[in-house]
Structures are given as structure tokens and as C-alpha cells.
């Protein structure tokens, strides 16, 4: 497709990239109300009426936002909820005792403001504080790495190789999830910078 509904497509495309797959679905939506209303007045009337790409695309933007809060948020809940489980299933299947060593003060006070951090990211998501947000699910995904970091080299420390298996596969779990909130807090940090909030 050529013409003025391409050139505005591409716009869109262009003002949305930091977010391929809102791109995806607003072009698409786009492209079928221009489609209807150039049958009727010609593409480039159709586009005139539109309005400009920057303000649709920023509406757009917007209005997948709170959706976008949420999301982080269930990420850095479902992690500190796995990293909770999955400390506790180490220290009872490895029989690692409590103690007041270092990695253990770590361990447990990283776990502990992550908690925090993501409570206070929840209440401030449901207030629309998008920069509060951030800056506490960032808090939180760095206390849960400490934390994460820790729990593993207390649990390898008190068990040795013997061990391997369950602190390697809870490791890669853990891995996995925080990977899963780092992605989430980059989309989130994207649609921040764009929106300039």
C-alpha cells in the first residue's frame, strides 16, 4: 500500500515503536477506519480528519499504560512469591540451618524489602503514580537479585555439590522470573520515557 494512509501508518508505526505489538494492533485498527473513510471522502481527506499521528499514538500510549503497571507488578509479585516458596523449599530439603551469617542476613533482608518495595509499587499503581511505581518495582527487582543471590550461595555453602540439582533448578527458576520482571520494568521505562511521566 502506497499513498497518504501509508505515510500516516508508518507515522504511527514510527511514534510507537517502543512497543511493537501496541504498533501492531493500533495499525491495524487505524488502517481499517481510514480504510473505511477514504471510500468515502479519498485517503488523503480521510487522513486530514484523523488527526495527527504523535497525538492518536499518544492516546494509544495512555490509555495501555495502567495495563502496563499492572503487568509489572504481577511480575515482581510472582517473583517475590517464587523466591519466598522456593527459599523455604532449600533450607527444608537441604536442612540448611538459620544462622547469623552474612548471606543469611542478605538473604532474608533483600527478601523482606522486596516485599516492601512491591506493596508499596501495588498502592501507588492504584493511585496512577507511574514514576513512584517505577522507582519502587526497580527497588524491588534489585533487592530480589540480592536476595536470589544469597539464598543460592547459602544453600550451595551448606550443602555442597550433593545439592546441585535442586539449587541449580530453583536457581534457573528464579533467573527466569527476574529476567521476566527486568523485561517488564524495560516496556514500562519505554512507555515512561515516551510519555514523558
Given at each position: 500500500m502506497s499513498g497518504p494512509i501509508a505515510t500516516y501508518l508508518d507515522?504511527?508505526?514510527?511514534?510507537?515503536?517502543?512497543?511493537?505489538?501496541?504498533?501492531?494492533?493500533?495499525?491495524?485498527?487505524?488502517e481499517s477506519h481510514l480504510c473505511d473513510t477514504a471510500a468515502q471522502v479519498g485517503e488523503a481527506a480521510a487522513v486530514r480528519r484523523f488527526g495527527r499521528p504523535a497525538e492518536i499514538a499518544r492516546a494509544y500510549a495512555e490509555a495501555?499504560?495502567?495495563?502496563?503497571?499492572r503487568r509489572s507488578c504481577v511480575a515482581a509479585a510472582l517473583l517475590g512469591g517464587a523466591t519466598l516458596l522456593l527459599m523455604q523449599l532449600r533450607s527444608v530439603i537441604l536442612d540448611i540451618p538459620g544462622g547469623t551469617d552474612p548471606l543469611t542476613w542478605f538473604d532474608r533482608?533483600?527478601?523482606?524489602?522486596?516485599?516492601v518495595c512491591i506493596g508499596a509499587a501495588w498502592r501507588m499503581a492504584s493511585h496512577g503514580q507511574i514514576a513512584a511505581v517505577r522507582r519502587w518495582l526497580h527497588f524491588a527487582a534489585g533487592s530480589l537479585a540480592l536476595s536470589v543471590g544469597a539464598s543460592l550461595l547459602r544453600a550451595y555453602a551448606a550443602s555442597g555439590d550433593a545439592a546441585f540439582v535442586l539449587i541449580g533448578g530453583s536457581a534457573l527458576v528464579e533467573l527466569l522470573l527476574l529476567g521476566g520482571l527486568m523485561a517488564q520494568l524495560a516496556r514500562l521505562d519505554r512507555y515512561a520515557r515516551r510519555l514523558a511521566v
Open positions: 507515522e504511527l508505526d514510527d511514534v510507537l515503536a517502543f512497543d511493537p505489538r501496541l504498533s501492531r494492533r493500533v495499525r491495524d485498527e487505524i495501555a499504560l495502567p495495563d502496563r503497571l533482608v533483600g527478601l523482606v524489602a522486596a516485599l
